[in-house]
């Protein structure tokens, strides 16, 4: 994995404190809107990722200025059978809530985004349900070597556009919640931060992720 110790993450080792942002903020609301089976493909593939305009939230490309480090960053590993399209542009976006999330430990502090996101695009996911399980394991299982502890199980979602899986974790005492989502040519991760101390619930993060995904995607040239 190719991440480093980032400057300021490499002192923030304990305690999260809310900065007013609760965990109603962002683009939550109305829920995930589930199917019993993902839809068949329609060929459409992208070349490009669109910055997601989303309710109550400024997104942006990058990681929000912040960084894990020591490899705890989440990205999507385990997607070696599947051939990637390459862009020009960053894989990574940033999401920021109205108010903001502080981590901190003792008297330093960092300002994180409410979500940080990566997203692969592929020329074809044959099997996404199958892709997905892949790569959540694979990736999972790396970010448990590298001090990510898995809470509770994992839960997995489908819509007619994509199908999800996320799973509540601790990074560094940190409460975060991750989802993984997949269609026949993306596959991306969306890890969110603790919005008052305390995981996103996994259903709220994969309503949120589904808006995402698709607000991602939305620009893409088929």
């Not at 990205?75 to 542009?89: F, N, R, T």
């Not at 809530?97 to 981590?103: D, E, N, Q, V, Y």
């Not at 305390?198 to 607000?215: C, N, Q, S, W, Y």
């Amino acid at each position: 994995m190719k991440s480093k110790w980032g400057a300021l993450a490499a002192v923030i080792a304990a305690g999260v404190l809310a900065a007013g942002c609760g965990s109603g903020d962002g683009d939550e609301k109305g829920g995930l809107p589930k199917a019993d089976k993902l839809a068949a493909d329609n060929g459409a593939r992208y070349k490009k990722l669109n910055v997601p305009a989303l309710d109550g939230l400024t997104c942006d490309k990058g990681d929000g200025g912040f960084r894990f480090g020591s490899d705890r960053d989440m990205g999507v590993y385990g997607d070696d059978d599947l051939k990637e399209i390459e862009i020009s542009d960053e894989d990574k976006v940033a999401c920021f809530g109205a108010s903001r999330i502080t981590l901190t430990k003792g008297s330093r502090q960092a300002t994180v985004p409410h979500f940080t996101t990566r997203t692969t695009l592929y020329e074809k996911v044959a099997d996404p349900a199958a892709s997905l399980d892949k790569v959540f394991e694979h990736t999972m299982h790396l970010e448990k070597g590298y001090g990510r502890t898995p809470v509770g199980e994992p839960k997995s979602f489908t819509t007619k556009d994509l199908v999800l899986k996320c799973r509540q974790n601790v990074s560094d005492t940190f409460p975060m919640t991750t989802c993984f989502w997949a269609n026949y040519g993306a596959i991306g991760v969306v890890d969110f931060f603790p919005p008052d101390g305390k995981h996103v619930p996994v259903d709220e993060a994969a309503a949120r992720t589904h808006k995402f995904a698709l607000g991602i995607l939305s620009t893409g040239t088929p």
